[in-house]
């Protein structure tokens, strides 16, 4: 009788359904690749039985152990390592394997004949020929007889006999021994097909205790597996494998061995660059924008918002791959394979990467306190958070096992400590000295150690017990990934992947930068550098506008006020939107002329833009753009108008809360004239529907695009109550999310019949999501319902306006270009330039020679008639 078994000694399992389809196995496989290797792998079974007939059985008991565990792929055979110091033979249910000297042995015997044998020929055999040598009690079927008088050692051997169907098996086999032979035969055939490695799957093991790949743990490849998953992110970006195939062969090899390296020197190494990766695609996209320093341009990149380490270790990556190939690999693809190899040295797997990403050159500190999941989130944030990156429950659940490895700063869980102990918290672990490893089992090796921590309630961080807390499929998929380690490397590896193709950049997109840390000098640190700059110069052909138009008069201007605007918003981010609301609410009443900062004049009667209800007390930035004059005046006396300021300004708010630069053509002059009666005529209200808007907007030669566009500057800042409490009072708005409308209740009380005086008017933040970034975010809002004015929720009222909203809500960096190019034109809208106008030495007032002319003038015949009591009240915040 000859037993066909299963495969022992070969590497990496995949999908059984490939296997069977590819049909790559067969009996005798190796009779063109080497010959005899059956008689070799008999010879030695019968020296081993010979000496020992207890080797049969542990030869047996090692296949079955092995199928069972992950598949025959030899996994049961691998000794343990640094990357992976519990392997299967070391598990409880392994004790008293034997046989494994006989397999080196014999795989010691085949590399000398046949350099490379596959070892599953090796247990192929074994099994067969320990059938053969039963002259006596060996294995036969005694064991059924034994079971039948209840003379069998395990509860498992005695539990066949409480079914009738198995009780009639052993009945079956206890009379029958030829008919067991044949079924046992059989069963161990299809035992050998579970998962296995064949033909390029896998690897040839030079030992069968260790794999000869560097990773120097278990390998586990799950192309299958998580491939169809990673298309739905990677198939409208462009990406693919093996993308550097034909134009850098070597380059992921070439980044693999630098990572390799720096992990054996620092194994610290490895979290860092995971850490690093997802920092990255989480705050705008996986573009590498987490490298880029500090400029002149940019004083706040995102690596200035939250300590990181790995970026020398990216810089000698770089170095590597440039000196192999120069400029032909992305720093964004750098981070990306970095993780991968990250996971590979540290966790003992390995995926495929889809490559092609190319390097953004926007980098902004504000967008990453709003886009990284803080450590304090409870689970419905996290689940949100996620969800806002296309993210899901699972990629969740999946990517906090990265938790299993690195260490935290205090900071960031003392909250569980002090002044009492979360109740959350294991007492023994909180009480031990402080805990700064995310993992306090095996902080080195990725694995699933850290669900079991989470169970155990010995995780460090609000948002790791919050999966146990609060949702029912968080603390499900916890439990999932504890009780299966292969599991979570599969949704691992496939959440990786998925991740890594959140908002890439590819094709003619972005660039491929020379130095990890600086993007290239000819495309400045913009989003549409060169279109921008040419459209902005066509469409300020006539106002005669010019980019560099201080160059030499005032040449370090815009770097002025640049700092100045960079340190206000520091101190208060609030300033960020102010400017840009300050900007539009100039330019939409009499033209960029910096006619909102005036001030009244002493003695007269006249009131100015600053005092009308769509301006007071909500538009900031008045000392902001004061504050710029003054430095400006210092070095350039007489020379900056505070019309240029406040557009530089604006310009300067959304590169640093929004990372969307660009350049603004200037020469404007200020205006001498300021008129209250003007801003409620000029500004749209919060209370437009979509038709009023874009006429509006076309009475200011701007487009139904441009005012699409520029509405997303809701996407920071805050309005007071009344601006929308007629959209909460005293029905909700039929068009607004009940549960956020219950969230604006909350916050904003009925108003007052009749107002009350002296009544506090509160505020409530524009986005809900992402309040202090200036992004794409608005328009997500808008589709779900989340937005405070009419003139918001109005967009999706026409199919024009609703595209362009959805348009936007799927593309950020469509949108930023295209924001961009729409307040350059806006910044053109009737300015005064040449001898036009005047420069004023203080923003706020005119220069005494023009007070008695136009200011009164324009006072005069200006004849403003009192709007609606009840529309004035509604007046106290603009949409805009």
């Known amino acids: ?47 081993a039985i010979i000496l020992n007939r207890g080797n049969g059985a542990a030869l047996v008991r090692l296949i079955f152990h092995d199928c069972f565990v992950r598949g025959c792929d030899g996994s049961v055979l691998l000794d343990a390592s640094g990357v992976n110091p519990r392997p299967e033979k070391v598990a409880p249910v392994s004790i008293g394997l034997e046989g494994f000297d006989i397999l080196e042995e014999i795989k010691a015997d085949l590399e000398r004949r046949c350099p490379g044998v596959d070892l599953a020929t090796v247990a192929r055999f074994m099994p067969a020929f320990v059938g053969k040598l039963r002259p006596v009690s060996a294995l036969d079927n005694t064991y059924y007889r034994n079971n039948l008088d209840k003379v069998v050692n395990f509860n498992s051997d005695w539990q066949l006999l409480t079914q009738d169907e198995t009780r009639g098996h052993v009945h079956e086999y206890a009379d029958n021994a030829a008919l067991w032979d044949h079924d046992f035969a059989a069963s161990l055939l299809k035992l050998s097909k579970l998962p296995m490695p064949a033909g390029s799957k896998g690897e040839i093991r030079n030992k069968c205790s260790s794999i000869n790949h560097r990773y120097r743990g278990m390998k586990l ?34 980044i693999s061995n630098v990572v390799y390296g720096l992990i054996d020197a620092d194994p610290s190494m490895a979290p860092a660059l995971l850490r690093l990766h997802f920092h990255d695609c989480f705050v705008m996209g996986c573009d590498a924008s987490i490298l880029l320093d500090p400029t002149k341009a940019n004083g706040s990149p995102e690596k200035t918002a939250i300590p990181l380490r790995g970026y020398d270790a990216v810089n000698k990556i770089k170095a590597a791959v440039e000196a192999v190939c120069p400029g032909k690999v992305s720093c964004a693809d750098i981070l990306a394979f970095a993780a991968r190899d990250s996971v590979a040295k540290s966790g003992g797997f390995v995926y495929p990467v889809p490559s092609g990403r190319r390097d953004g050159n926007v980098s902004s500190a504000f ?49 569980r400590l002090y002044p009492t102990v979360d109740a959350s918290l294991d007492a023994s672990y909180a009480a031990a000295p402080p805990p700064t490893t995310a993992c306090p089992v095996s902080p080195a090796t990725l694995g699933n150690q850290y669900f079991k921590n989470a ?71 913009v989003i549409i550098a ?21 160059n030499y008069t005032c040449p370090r201007a815009e770097d002025l006020v640049r700092n100045v605007v960079r340190a206000a918003i520091l101190r208060d981010p609030g300033n960020g939107p102010g400017l840009v609301r300050l900007f539009f609410h100039d330019c939409f009443v009499r033209g960029c002329d910096a006619s909102v900062l005036l001030d009244a004049v002493p003695g007269s009667n006249a009131t100015v833009e600053k005092m009308s209800q769509a301006n007071n007390p909500s538009l900031r930035g008045f000392a902001v753009i004061d504050r710029a004059k003054r430095v400006l005046e210092r070095r350039c006396r007489g020379t900056v108008s505070c019309a240029d300021i406040v557009a530089f300004a604006a310009r300067d708010a959304c590169g640093i809360m929004g990372g969307i630069d660009f350049a603004v053509p200037s020469g404007r002059r200020d205006g001498a004239v300021s ?26 030669n701007l487009t139904a695009d441009d005012m699409v566009v520029l509405s997303g500057a809701h996407s920071f800042g805050r309005s007071h109550c009344s601006a929308f409490s007629f959209r909460l009072y005293p029905q909700v708005a039929p068009d607004m999310d009940a549960a956020y409308a219950a969230q604006l209740r909350a916050r904003c009380p009925p108003p007052a019949a009749p107002p009350a005086t002296g009544r506090r008017d509160r505020v409530v933040d524009l986005d809900p999501v992402t309040k202090l970034v200036l992004d794409n975010q608005y328009y997500k809002n808008i589709q779900r319902g989340e937005v405070l004015f009419t003139s918001d929720a109005t967009l999706v009222s026409q199919s024009d306006t609703a595209a362009l909203v959805d348009l936007y809500a799927r593309n950020r960096k469509l949108w930023a270009s295209r924001f961009a190019a729409a307040m350059v034109k806006m910044g053109n809208l009737d300015v005064l330039t040449g001898s036009q106008g005047e420069i004023r030495k203080f923003c706020n007032r005119v220069l005494a020679r023009a007070v008695q002319t136009e200011v009164e003038k324009d006072m ?13 009240t509604q007046m106290t915040a603009t949409g805009f």
């Not at 944030?381 to 996620?386: A, G, R, T």
């Not at 660039?511 to 495309?523: F, I, N, P, T």
């Not at 000029?682 to 038709?691: G, M, S, V, W, Y």
Request: aromatic letters at 10%; one cysteine or more; hydrophobic letters at 45%.
């Open 1 to 47: 009788m000859r037993l066909t078994v299963a495969v022992i000694c070969s590497l990496v399992a995949v999908q059984l359904w490939v296997t069977l389809l590819a049909g790559e196995l067969k009996v005798g496989y190796y009779d063109d690749k080497c010959s005899g290797v059956e008689d070799v792998v008999k010879s030695h079974v019968i020296k």
């Open 221 to 254: 490849i799950l192309m299958v597996a998580f491939q169809a998953m990673s298309l739905i992110s990677i198939s409208t970006a462009s990406l693919q494998y093996n993308f550097y195939g034909s134009s850098c062969p070597n380059a992921e090899q070439t």
């Open 367 to 415: 967008s990453v306190f709003s886009s990284i999941p803080s450590p304090f989130f409870d689970a419905d944030e996290l689940v949100q958070s996620f969800a806002a990156k296309g993210l899901t429950v699972d990629d969740l659940v999946a990517l906090s096992g990265a938790h299993s490895i690195g260490t935290a700063h205090c900071s960031g869980f003392k909250n």
């Open 455 to 525: 169970l155990a309630g010995r995780v460090l961080f609000t948002s790791d017990a919050a999966l146990l807390a609060g949702r029912n499929d968080t603390a499900e998929k916890v439990r999932e990934n504890a009780g299966d380690l292969t599991a979570w490397m599969a949704r691992f590896a496939a959440s990786m992947v998925k991740m890594g193709g959140i908002e890439v950049l590819t094709g003619a997109r972005g660039e491929v930068r020379s130095a990890a840390r600086g993007v290239r000098r000819h495309g400045s640190p």
């Open 530 to 550: 060169w279109a921008i700059v040419f459209f902005s110069i066509f469409a300020s052909s006539e106002a005669q506008l010019q980019v560099g138009y201080y």
């Open 675 to 700: 008129a209250e009666s003007d801003v409620l005529n000029n500004l749209p209200p919060p209370f437009f529907n979509a038709t009023q808007l874009v006429a509006g907007f076309a009475a200011k």
């Open 860 to 872: 005069v015949i200006s004849n403003w008639s009192q709007l609606d009591s009840a529309v004035s």
